[in-house]
C-alpha cells in the first residue's frame, strides 16, 4: 500500500540554524500539506500546497517558513531560523483531490521531530 | 469557522469494555469528519470518516463513529476494547485545503 514518508525521523539543531524537512507523498497525489504537533498539544495545519502554489496557510506559517516542491517527488518545509518554540513534531500529508472536489483522504506520513536547542 | 472538541484527554477502559471517545464540532458549512489514531512514536493513520453519505460509519479495526447532525456530535465506539487500542485518537473536522484536529484524546486499556 502506498504511503508517504518523511525524512529525517528525527532533527536536531541549534537556535537560530536552518531545517529542512521531506516528504515523499503518494505518487498520484496532487494536493500536499504541513502539520505540526507541540509536545501535548494538537495538530495543528500549517500550509497546503497544489500545482506548485500555496493555496492555504495558517498564522502559523509566517516568513521565516516555506515550502517547495523541487523535483516531482519530494515536498519539503524549511524553517530558515529556527527557534526554540518550533520544536515539534511535523507531518507531511497528501491527498488525490482536495475538498472543493468531492471529499478525500489526507494520507499522514510518520513525522518528523524537530528538536530546536 | 471550522472545529472540533473532544470530550475526555483521558480514558480508560478494561480489556473488554465498551470504547466511547467523544467527538463534537463546529461548522459553517456541512461537515466532513475523520477519526485518525496515532499509536506511540508513529503517525497519523485514519480510522474512518464521514463524508455525508451513511451516518453509520464504520472503519478500520472494529471501530464505528455516528454521525448526528442535531447533536453536532461524531462519537467514536468500538464494544470490545483490545489491548492494542491503546494511543491517542484525533477527531478532525475539513476546512478548505485542511484539517481541524481536536486536542486528542489518549485511550488506556487496563488488562
Known amino acids: 500500500e502506498p504511503e508517504v514518508t518523511q525524512t529525517p525521523s528525527h532533527q536536531v539543531t541549534q537556535m537560530g540554524q536552518e531545517v529542512i524537512l521531506r516528504c515523499v507523498p503518494i505518487?498520484?497525489?496532487?494536493?500536499f500539506y504541513w502539520y505540526r504537533q507541540i509536545l501535548g498539544q494538537k495538530v495543528e495545519f500549517l500550509v497546503s500546497?497544489?500545482?506548485?502554489?500555496?493555496s492555504e496557510k495558517s498564522e502559523i506559517f509566517d516568513d521565516q517558513f516555506s515550502v517547495e516542491r523541487p523535483d516531482g517527488s519530494n515536498f519539503t518545509l524549511k524553517i530558515r531560523s529556527t527557534k526554540l518554540e518550533d520544536s515539534a513534531m511535523y507531518f507531511c500529508?497528501?491527498?488525490?483531490?482536495?475538498w472543493g472536489q468531492g471529499t478525500d483522504t489526507q494520507y499522514f506520513g510518520p513525522g518528523t521531530r524537530l528538536t530546536v536547542l | 469557522a471550522q472545529s472540533v472538541t473532544q470530550l475526555g484527554s483521558h480514558v480508560s477502559v478494561s480489556e473488554g469494555a465498551l470504547v466511547l471517545l467523544r467527538c463534537n464540532y463546529s461548522?459553517?458549512?456541512?461537515?466532513?469528519l475523520f477519526w485518525y489514531v496515532q499509536y506511540p512514536n508513529q503517525g497519523l493513520q485514519l480510522l474512518l470518516k464521514?463524508?455525508?453519505?451513511?451516518?453509520l460509519v464504520k472503519g478500520i479495526n472494529g471501530f464505528e463513529a455516528e454521525f448526528k447532525k442535531s447533536e453536532t456530535s461524531f462519537h467514536l465506539t468500538k464494544p470490545s476494547a483490545h489491548m492494542s487500542d491503546a494511543a491517542e485518537y484525533f477527531c478532525?473536522?475539513?476546512?478548505?485545503?485542511?484539517?481541524?484536529f481536536g486536542t486528542g484524546t489518549r485511550l488506556t486499556v487496563i488488562p
Open positions: 478532525a473536522v475539513t476546512g478548505a485545503n485542511n484539517l481541524f
Open positions: 500546497f497544489y500545482n506548485n502554489e500555496i
Open positions: 464521514y463524508t455525508s453519505a451513511a451516518t
Open positions: 505518487s498520484n497525489h496532487l494536493y
Open positions: 461548522s459553517s458549512v456541512p461537515p466532513y
Open positions: 500529508a497528501s491527498s488525490e483531490r482536495s
